[in-house]
């Protein structure tokens, strides 16, 4: 059986067409961009390019659009470079409990360097309250960073009203748009972010190469010192052929976006619905409506999230138990604790992820081979066996 990949959250396959305009950046047109020579300009022309491509697509200024390394980079460049360049005026960052680890982490970096972060909580399905978010600004703020869509869950969250609310407030706004770049329509003018990290290898380009964006006038304070490349906003020799590839992975999404969407919601529907009929005692784990198009996060109970990931691999099926990022920690998902889940039942969690190869007789794989692993392992489950004991029930 061909293997089947359900984990396009964590990332996905390099286009073909992706990989085929790469390709002369490595050896042909290999020239370093900041070259003065025609070997460095012909690169620094397919940079300028890929910056228009981008910038375009968000609604953008190509002067707005800074490549970075990935979405990591993005995320530590918006909260440090704002953090620093601003110490004078504030010491207070907002965000939500909820944000991906490359978010966390450099808040927590700055909570050691002094800073001031408040984690503001999430509702049963993941939502932040932007009136939350107004309540906890004070005259110490100086940025919110809440994130577009959950990578766990999939909870789309109200980026255009809390961005509106920190303009009011004239403060910075940052969104890690990771999961949702390249997925979704949007402009930087819809969502009032100053702010937003993207990543290529999300949406079928290559690993280690994304952008931030940078509204004109926002002072950033450069995490990489070196060169000058980026208007001297990211030191370090461009990745040409990456930033060729994100441009090209953006050409390719920007024609396929609506199809895409409509296909795969209906795919996630099967899924979801299938695994409902099939499984009793499961709940899905973040907002009914307000989520991306690919994900389904569900929680069956009596059932190791590891043990179950391990089945399906075994049958050929990937997904994951949270992100990919925390795969091989045991600690449970701070996503699905911060929505009020037990231990236990973050343990039982099974995240699928959907994309632009998946097929409809994938899906029926997954919903013929995961009623078995739940039904076996429920049978060596003691706990499970004590909760049906005089039931008929199984599953
Ligand atoms: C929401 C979110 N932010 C940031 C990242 C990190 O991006 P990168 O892998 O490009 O560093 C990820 C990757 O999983 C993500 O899902």
């Avoid at 980026?230 to 920007?254: M, Q, W, Y």
């Avoid at 409509?262 to 979801?272: H, P, Q």
């Avoid at 075994?314 to 929505?339: F, Y």
Wanted: proline share 4%.
């Amino acid at each position: 059986m061909k293997a089947i990949y359900l984990d396009y959250a964590a990332t996905t396959p390099v286009d073909a067409e992706v990989i085929e305009a790469m390709l002369p950046y490595f050896r042909d047109t290999f020239g370093n961009p900041s070259s003065i020579h025609s070997f460095g300009q012909q690169a620094h022309s397919a940079v300028e390019d890929a910056r228009e491509k981008l910038a375009s697509f968000l609604g953008a200024k190509p002067i707005e659009i800074v490549f970075t390394g990935g979405g990591t980079e993005s995320n530590n460049f918006a909260i440090k470079g704002i953090a620093w360049a601003n110490r004078k005026k504030g010491n207070h960052i907002i965000t939500s409990a909820i944000e991906h680890h490359a978010v966390l982490e450099p808040c927590h970096f700055l909570e050691r360097e002094g800073f001031e972060v408040t984690f503001l909580p999430v509702d049963a399905q993941g939502l932040v309250d932007p009136s939350d978010v107004a309540k906890a600004i004070s005259d110490r703020t100086i940025l919110v960073s809440i994130m577009h869509a959950n990578n766990e869950i999939g909870t789309l969250q109200p980026i255009a009203d809390i961005g509106k609310i920190a303009r009011e407030r004239s403060i910075c706004f940052h969104t890690d748009a990771v999961q949702t770049f390249g997925r979704m329509p949007f402009t930087v003018g819809d969502l009032n972010v100053d702010l937003l990290s993207l990543s290529a290898h999300k949406l079928y380009g290559p690993k280690g190469v994304g952008a931030l964006f940078v509204r004109q006038g926002t002072r950033l304070e450069p995490h990489m010192h070196g060169g000058e490349q980026e208007g001297k906003r990211r030191a370090s020799t461009h990745n040409v052929p990456g930033i060729v590839g994100l441009a090209k992975a953006v050409e390719l999404a920007e024609k396929a976006m609506a199809e895409e969407d409509t296909r795969i919601t209906g795919l996630r529907n099967r899924l979801t619905c299938g695994i409902f009929d099939r499984i009793d005692r499961v709940r899905l784990n973040g907002h009914p409506e307000k989520r991306l198009a690919n994900n389904v996060n569900i929680s069956i109970e009596y059932c190791e999230g590891e043990a179950m990931i391990l089945s399906l691999d075994l049958m050929g099926i990937a997904c994951s138990t949270g992100s990919a990022c925390s795969s091989t920690s045991v600690e449970p998902s701070h996503v699905l604790r911060a929505i009020g889940l037990s231990v236990e039942e973050t343990r039982g969690s099974l995240r699928f992820s959907l994309g632009r190869y998946t097929e409809e007789s994938q899906i029926d794989q997954v919903l013929e081979v995961l009623p078995k692993i739940v039904k076996r392992l429920r049978a060596m489950s003691p706990a499970y066996r004590s909760s049906t004991a005089g039931s008929a029930t199984g599953g």
